[in-house]
């Protein structure tokens, strides 16, 4: 049987850092929740097959019935951290081993199609899988704690990762069993494994909404239809 494309879609933050009055993936992105959105832009790509969205435990928000097609379960099952939320979504998949998962962070409402057919063709059968990324255009410092340059770190090579990230239901589940401390995305949790995840450019508008500021700029990059 041809291999299947699931996505789980970690929602179970708080948004701390954001420090609104709700978590930040319920904030109002031009009409919509930002999850919602971030839903659409997953749902908009006819290869994947089912979407999870892992909420927090005690969140009992739903959409209107009808806002999304058969495709969308809401588990509220979210962890401590990330990882966590993210493992519970693979454990309450019924993706066989072989089977794809792109796994796309809530707080990136302004993932375009574009992208993402882009990250799954060109990961295509790859061994490891992959994730967009960007490389990084800044010249990059090393600061103290008085926020003094330190040094000047080499930029060339560097990527600054991005959702989705789109490995394979068993490499994945395996790579996020155990420890989990540590572990920001998916494909550092693969690279513990000692596999080389591929690089796949992504683009400066499915940027993570993560200080009020990133959420002004994700409102204006959607009123002018993406960048
Ligand atoms: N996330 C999750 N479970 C957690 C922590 C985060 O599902 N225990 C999700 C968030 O909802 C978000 C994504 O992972 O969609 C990226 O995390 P981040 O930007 O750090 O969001 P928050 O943890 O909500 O924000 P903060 O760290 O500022 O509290
Ligand atoms: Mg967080």
Known sequence: MAERYFAVVPAAGGGTRLGAAEPKQYLDLGGDCMLYRSLDALLAEPRIAAVTVVLAPDDERRPPSGRFDGRVRFCAIGGATRADSVAAGLHSLSASEDDWVLVHDAARPGLSAEALARL?????????????????????????????????????????AQT????????????????????????????????????????????????????????????HGGA
């Open 120 to 160: 799954i063709d060109t990961v295509g059968d790859d061994p490891v899988g992959g994730l967009l990324a960007l490389p990084v255009a800044d010249t990059l410092k090393r600061g103290d704690a008085s926020d003094r340059v330190t040094a000047t770190v080499e930029r060339a090579g560097l990527w600054a």
């Open 164 to 223: 989705p990230q789109l490995f394979r239901a068993g490499l994945l589940r395996r790579a996020l069993a155990g420890d989990r401390a540590g572990i920001t995305d998916e494909a550092s949790a693969v690279e513990r494994l000692g596999l080389r995840p591929l690089l796949v450019r992504g683009e400066p508008a499915n940027l993570k909404v993560t200080l009020a500021a990133d959420l002004a700029l994700a409102q204006a990059l959607l009123s």
